[in-house]
T-cell receptor, first 115, second 115 residues
Framework: AQSVTQLDSHVSVSEGTPVLLRCNYS??????LFWYVQHPNKGLQLLLK??????LVKGINGFEAEFKKSETSFHLTKPSAHMSDAAEYFC?????????????FGRGTQLTVWP | GAGVSQSPRYKVAKRGQDVALRCDPI?????LFWYQQALGQGPEFLTY????????KSGLPSDRFFAERPEGSVSTLKIQRTQQEDSAVYLC?????????????FGPGTRLTVL
């Protein structure tokens, strides 16, 4: 069975400081892992994805995530937060088998960026 | 071309009414997904279409929920005899290839409120 746990429901940082959004997953197969961002009144946007290639994945807007199989983690980081990064972030897992293509979302982490 | 569009963006229904939610996927996209996002939660899978064929409807919460995509393009999610627990944002996503291949692009969602 697959599931996603986002360890923080809210994260607050000051502009210019690092961002860390934590995610742990469980999966019966070799999963694909994603981070999506949701700005108010806008659709979900893909930030980055891991599909069994390089374990360090770079995405848009300076975000990156590292797949650590031994820790079943896929934490999202950014060296320096910007005001425009304030949004809801979702860690997502997808796997093969009978659920091919289905995305399983975590509960989300609300990121607040203070000036 | 344009992204995924959904209409209406907001819908208020009285308990017991039927509602129909529309999704216009990106032109040429083979796969179409519906997700339900309750307040404070991540989206949850409802159903999946490959062209006009509904290949997976295991996420539909009850037989009051029905989805169709008769010509392999526009899709409609219908909810009969709405209940308060149906209040949520309904998200549609499409992808160019078959399920599990390629990024899912999300629409802005329809926020359904059942009074």
């Amino acid at each position: 069975a697959q599931s996603v746990t986002q360890l923080d429901s809210h994260v607050s940082v000051s502009e210019g400081t690092p961002v860390l959004l934590r995610c742990n997953y469980s999966s019966s197969y070799s999963p694909s892992l994603f981070w999506y961002v949701q700005h108010p009144n806008k659709g979900l946007q893909l930030l980055l994805k891991y599909t069994s290639a390089a374990t360090l994945v770079k995405g848009i807007n300076g975000f990156e995530a590292e797949f650590k199989k031994s820790e079943t983690s896929f934490h999202l980081t950014k060296p320096s937060a910007h005001m425009s990064d304030a949004a809801e972030y979702f860690c997502v897992v997808s796997e093969g088998g009978s659920t091919l293509g289905r995305l399983y979302f975590g509960r989300g982490t609300q990121l607040t960026v203070w000036p | 071309g344009a992204g995924v569009s959904q209409s209406p963006r907001y819908k208020v229904a009285k308990r017991g009414q039927d509602v129909a939610l529309r999704c216009d996927p990106i032109s040429g996209h083979v796969s179409l997904f519906w997700y339900q996002q309750a307040l404070g939660q991540g989206p949850e899978f409802l159903t999946y279409f490959q062209n006009e064929a509904q290949l997976d409807k295991s996420g539909l919460p009850s037989d009051r929920f029905f989805a169709e995509r008769p010509e392999g393009s526009v899709s409609t999610l219908k909810i009969q005899r709405t209940q308060q627990e149906d209040s949520a944002v309904y998200l549609c996503a499409s992808s160019l290839g078959l399920a599990g291949l390629g990024e899912q692009f999300f629409g802005p969602g329809t926020r359904l409120t059942v009074l």
